[in-house]
């Protein structure tokens, strides 16, 4: 593994998706790609352009974030930034104001009217140190995946593992607690290219190191979504599995049902979670 300013780079990867764009498709079976990286660098776009919104808006305290951020349940605030956690619904959030003479108001989360959650948390931050990490670590891990396995096997792939890490923290984070940020699917990224690297018999021994750090900052850091991580580390791994592993004969077919199947089981995920919150 070569190092890079964010991460690590697999030339044996880097090397057969270059020999390979010059067939019909690549490695596992994607359409080539005449522009090395456009979905990745369309993926940084759309983050960037909603952290642009965010910091235009208030910043911690703009309303975006209450309506892009994954909570669970719902949050209590008071429309700038002020929060109450122990607040658990609406008639309790009102309750609450009454009796410190606030105006409060309840934030719905994706259990109880706000599902796009599940989605838009993937590209919403706040920081600049959260999406500055996550867009370098993107712009260095996303091109080499997308050369090898296409822009539409990347994309799904970079969107599914994202939901994983968005299941992991719906099931197991505080239902009042907003968590943000594309680490579940950058996390996904790291788990694919590992068993993609390991497929082409190349040397992980520095990858693994890498995710070994970001594995200690990830359980050992504040403010850190572990449940996200770990959810968007276990979805890219099975979902690469499915892509480097799958038959050369009937390749596609055996993919997409690989696919559906971790799929459906997100969905399933967030349907039962959502009636426990109910």
Same mark, same amino acid.
């Given at each position: 593994?070569?190092?890079?300013?964010?991460?690590?780079?697999?030339?044996?990867?880097?090397?057969?998706?270059?020999?390979? %764009? !010059?067939? +019909?498709?690549?490695?596992? *079976?994607?359409?080539?790609? $005449? &522009?090395? =990286?456009?979905?990745?660098? @369309?993926?940084?776009?759309?983050?960037?352009?909603?952290?642009?919104?965010?910091?235009?808006?208030?910043?911690?305290?703009?309303?975006?974030? %209450? !309506?892009? +951020?994954?909570?669970?349940? *719902?949050?209590?605030?008071? $429309? &700038?930034? =002020?929060?109450?956690?122990? @607040?658990?619904?609406?008639?309790?959030?009102?309750?609450?104001?009454?009796?410190?003479?606030?105006?409060?108001?309840?934030?719905?989360?994706?259990?109880?009217? +706000?599902?796009?959650?599940?989605?838009?948390?993937?590209?919403?931050?706040?920081?600049?140190?959260?999406?500055?990490?996550?867009?370098?670590?993107?712009?260095?891990?996303?091109?080499?995946?997308?050369?090898?396995?296409?822009?539409?096997?990347?994309?799904?792939?970079?969107?599914?593992?994202?939901?994983?890490?968005?299941?992991?923290?719906?099931?197991?984070?505080?239902?009042?607690?907003?968590?943000?940020?594309?680490?579940?699917?950058?996390?996904?990224?790291?788990?694919?290219?590992?068993?993609?690297?390991?497929?082409?018999?190349?040397?992980?021994?520095?990858?693994?190191?890498?995710?070994?750090?970001?594995?200690?900052?990830?359980?050992?850091?504040?403010?850190?979504?572990?449940?996200?991580?770990?959810?968007?580390?276990?979805?890219?791994?099975?979902?690469?599995?499915?892509?480097?592993?799958?038959?050369?004969?009937?390749?596609?077919?055996?993919?997409?049902?690989?696919?559906?199947?971790?799929?459906?089981?997100?969905?399933?995920?967030?349907?039962?979670?959502?009636?426990?919150?109910?």
């Amino acid at each position: 593994m070569h190092d890079a300013a964010v991460g690590f780079q697999c030339p044996d990867c880097v090397h057969e998706g270059r020999r390979t %764009t !010059r067939q +019909a498709r690549t490695t596992y *079976g994607g359409l080539r790609s $005449g &522009s090395v =990286g456009l979905v990745s660098k @369309v993926l940084i776009g759309i983050n960037a352009a909603v952290w642009a919104l965010i910091m235009a808006t208030g910043a911690a305290s703009s309303v975006w974030v %209450t !309506r892009l +951020a994954l909570i669970p349940r *719902g949050q209590c605030g008071d $429309g &700038s930034g =002020g929060w109450f956690p122990g @607040v658990s619904d609406a008639a309790q959030c009102q309750l609450v104001g009454g009796i410190r003479n606030l105006e409060l108001h309840w934030y719905a989360g994706v259990a109880t009217g +706000a599902p796009w959650q599940l989605v838009t948390s993937m590209f919403t931050h706040v920081q600049v140190f959260h999406i500055g990490f996550n867009m370098l670590a993107l712009w260095f891990l996303g091109p080499q995946l997308e050369l090898v396995l296409g822009r539409a096997r990347f994309l799904a792939l970079y969107l599914l593992s994202g939901l994983a890490g968005s299941a992991a923290v719906y099931w197991l984070s505080d239902q009042n607690t907003p968590t943000l940020g594309a680490s579940g699917a950058i996390f996904g990224l790291m788990g694919a290219l590992l068993v993609i690297a390991h497929k082409q018999r190349a040397d992980v021994s520095q990858l693994l190191v890498w995710i070994g750090i970001n594995a200690a900052l990830t359980f050992f850091g504040s403010g850190i979504s572990w449940q996200g991580h770990v959810g968007g580390f276990v979805g890219g791994v099975v979902l690469a599995y499915v892509l480097a592993y799958a038959p050369r004969e009937r390749r596609t077919t055996y993919q997409a049902a690989g696919f559906a199947g971790v799929a459906i089981l997100v969905v399933v995920a967030f349907v039962l979670r959502t009636a426990s919150l109910g």
